[in-house]
């Protein structure tokens, strides 16, 4: 009979050998990619510090610019925080006559989407902190045209009818400063607004409780003269007299040298001329070249005759800040460095 031979179906040696070889290698494959110069733990070791080296950097980078910043302004330290720790400080401390001012209208279609260059015009606690537009920033007629006729193109000079012109004359500071205000009602910034040349003060609320101060008085025309045609008094209707209101800002912004635009611009101030012949009533102007000038709006002369006229100039909006406005950029140097403003 026979015998059964039984076959071992067990690992060779050989196998366990190349079997251990290969795990190994696999193991020391293994241990250069975690362990090695560029294995995953000393790349997350370096990630890590690049890092931590750049939080450094930005941190330095935000201190040197707070501490530029403050130099700027005048301050160190303080409690006068936002909520980053970003020292800020008020217009009103740093601010002098001259400085350029970002000034925000509130209005998309003025400026740069609202945004006007102005100076700052008054900072001291009698007139309170005051800008003026650094050019003009609208034309302003007064009188209403009655006739096509000009007479002179520019600056624009119509006919109107005597009682057009008398009556602009009459209210012509109060519409001016009317239009200042335009600029100053949807202003984050500001409190009030008034037409250079009128009375700056302010009253304890920061606004211009005076401006539309005017010396009150009737005038009449001589005995001599011959009545106009259709009058049957010779007092002329111009109730508002000469005033010499002008004269605080001219001296303010001559200091500051900022009077002379280059352009012609209204003042709130009005001057009554007369000799033998005429009585003219006039509103003062600013020339391009700084000299003032007066235009007048309605006028008798000793024949008996009359006339009115429309006359436009360019305005120049003086405007009462807040006393908690506060500069965020630039240092009022230059225009292109002008302050700008939040609450």
């Given at each position: 009979?026979?015998?059964?031979?039984?076959?071992?179906?067990?690992?060779?040696?050989?196998?366990?050998?190349?079997?251990?070889?290969?795990?190994l290698i696999l193991s020391g494959v293994t241990i250069n990619l975690t362990l090695g110069e560029n294995g995953i733990f000393r790349t997350a070791e370096m990630v890590g510090k690049n890092y931590m080296d750049a939080q450094e950097r930005e941190l330095a980078d935000i201190a040197n610019f707070t501490n530029k910043l403050n130099d700027i302004l005048g301050t160190t330290g303080g409690s006068d925080t936002?909520?980053?720790?970003?020292?800020y400080e008020t217009l009103k401390s740093v601010a002098e006559a001259g400085n350029y001012v970002k000034y925000d209208t509130g209005i998309d279609t003025i400026g740069d989407n609202g945004i006007v260059t102005f100076r700052v015009l008054?900072?001291?606690?009698?007139?309170?902190?005051?800008?003026?537009?650094?050019?003009?920033?609208?034309?302003?007629?007064?009188?209403?045209?009655?006739?096509?006729?000009?007479?002179?193109?520019?600056?624009?000079?119509?006919?109107?009818?005597?009682?057009?012109?008398?009556?602009?004359?009459?209210?012509?500071?109060?519409?001016?400063?009317?239009?200042?205000?335009?600029?100053?009602?949807?202003?984050?910034?500001?409190?009030?607004?008034?037409?250079?040349?009128?009375?700056?003060?302010?009253?304890?609320?920061?606004?211009?409780?005076?401006?539309?101060?005017?010396?009150?008085?009737?005038?009449?025309?001589?005995?001599?003269?011959?009545?106009?045609?259709?009058?049957?008094?010779?007092?002329?209707?111009?109730?508002?007299?000469?005033?010499?209101?002008?004269?605080?800002?001219?001296?303010?912004?001559?200091?500051?040298?900022?009077?002379?635009?280059?352009?012609?611009?209204?003042?709130?101030?009005?001057?009554?001329?007369?000799?033998?012949?005429?009585?003219?009533?006039?509103?003062?102007?600013?020339?391009?070249?700084?000299?003032?000038?007066?235009?007048?709006?309605?006028?008798?002369?000793?024949?008996?005759?009359?006339?009115?006229?429309?006359?436009?100039?360019?305005?120049?909006?003086?405007?009462?800040?807040?006393?908690?406005?506060?500069?965020?950029?630039?240092?009022?140097?230059?225009?292109?460095?002008?302050?700008?403003?939040?609450?």
């Amino acid at each position: 009979m026979k015998k059964v031979e039984k076959k071992n179906n067990g690992i060779t040696l050989i196998a366990l050998i190349i079997t251990i070889i290969v795990l190994l290698i696999l193991s020391g494959v293994t241990i250069n990619l975690t362990l090695g110069e560029n294995g995953i733990f000393r790349t997350a070791e370096m990630v890590g510090k690049n890092y931590m080296d750049a939080q450094e950097r930005e941190l330095a980078d935000i201190a040197n610019f707070t501490n530029k910043l403050n130099d700027i302004l005048g301050t160190t330290g303080g409690s006068d925080t936002d909520a980053s720790g970003t020292n800020y400080e008020t217009l009103k401390s740093v601010a002098e006559a001259g400085n350029y001012v970002k000034y925000d209208t509130g209005i998309d279609t003025i400026g740069d989407n609202g945004i006007v260059t102005f100076r700052v015009l008054y900072n001291d606690d009698t007139y309170g902190l005051q800008i003026i537009s650094d050019k003009s920033i609208e034309i302003v007629p007064l009188a209403q045209e009655s006739t096509d006729e000009i007479i002179q193109e520019t600056p624009l000079i119509k006919l109107s009818t005597w009682e057009q012109g008398r009556d602009s004359y009459n209210n012509a500071i109060a519409i001016l400063n009317e239009k200042a205000e335009y600029y100053a009602q949807s202003s984050p910034y500001a409190l009030d607004g008034r037409c250079v040349g009128s009375v700056p003060t302010i009253g304890t609320d920061g606004k211009f409780n005076a401006k539309n101060t005017e010396v009150e008085g009737t005038y009449s025309i001589s005995d001599s003269w011959t009545l106009p045609t259709g009058w049957s008094s010779r007092d002329t209707g111009c109730q508002k007299l000469t005033d010499t209101n002008y004269t605080t800002d001219q001296t303010a912004m001559e200091a500051a040298n900022i009077w002379n635009t280059g352009e012609i611009y209204w003042l709130a101030s009005r001057v009554v001329a007369s000799n033998l012949s005429y009585c003219n009533f006039h509103v003062r102007y600013v020339y391009g070249n700084g000299n003032l000038g007066y235009y007048d709006l309605c006028s008798v002369n000793s024949d008996g005759s009359i006339r009115g006229l429309t006359r436009e100039s360019g305005l120049r909006p003086c405007i009462s800040l807040k006393s908690d406005v506060k500069v965020v950029a630039g240092d009022g140097e230059t225009e292109e460095t002008a302050y700008e403003l939040r609450i």
